[in-house]
């Protein structure tokens, strides 16, 4: 039969044990936030530097003075840690923008804005191909589709998917242009300048 000091003794030893599991995974937690902090801070830092595929996983090891079995822990390699940034500054940018209930034009403006007073994502734009841009205006598929359907009402399926392919591809075009060599410009003429573009029909012959 347990006495009672024997039964606060075994309810001590569990909860001894249950904490220290407990300061074992917040531990843990901490270094693994710790780690992965430093090693996107030295990817970034050797982006700016130098091409992405030049980039080898010792010289982030070096740069976040970590041993390579440590970036290997959380990464395959500098294809998956791109991935993760890219992914993440998606849903970063995705979710800021849908806070709001905005139009085509007020969409694009605030996305043109986001990139202005962001750099580093600016750069990761120029770097990598278009690829981040294109998950960035793939959240207006909806609202473009519905808007092309509108415009070329006997138009099909597939006959609507070109048409946005179309005005994706050569948004992207544009913003990477104005990025690298228009930054002047301020997000909401460029943004105007775009749906302009996207309602004109330049083979329409101008009167007057």
């Not at 041993?67 to 822990?73: H, P």
């Not at 800021?96 to 986001?114: A, C, G, P, R, V």
């Not at 589709?145 to 948004?171: H, I, N, P, T």
Request: charged letters at 25%; hydrophobic letters at 40%; a negative charge.
């Amino acid at each position: 039969m347990l006495t009672y000091l024997s039964l606060n003794r075994q309810i001590l030893i569990k909860w001894t044990e249950k904490r220290g599991n407990d300061m074992v995974g917040t531990v843990g937690n901490r270094r693994t936030i710790y780690s992965k902090k430093v090693i996107r801070r030295a990817f970034q830092e050797l982006l700016l530097e130098k091409e992405y595929r030049k980039i080898t996983i010792k010289e982030i090891a070096e740069r976040a003075d970590i041993n390579r079995g440590t970036f290997y822990k959380y990464y395959k390699d500098t294809a998956a840690l791109l991935e993760e940034i890219e992914g993440e500054l998606v849903e970063q940018i995705a979710s800021n923008l849908q806070q709001e209930n905005l139009s085509l034009d007020l969409w694009l403006e605030k996305l043109l804005t986001i990139l202005y007073e962001n750099p580093s994502t600016t750069h990761l734009i120029l770097l990598n191909n278009s690829h981040l841009l294109n998950l960035l205006l793939s959240e207006i598929k909806p609202e473009t589709l519905k808007r092309f359907a509108q415009y070329f009402q006997d138009a099909s399926e597939e006959e609507l998917e070109l048409c946005l392919s179309f005005f994706v591809c050569g948004s992207i075009g544009l913003i990477e242009r104005w990025l690298k060599d228009f930054s002047t410009m301020p997000p909401k003429a460029v943004a105007e300048l775009l749906i302009q573009i996207f309602v004109t029909n330049v083979y329409e012959d101008k009167k007057g």
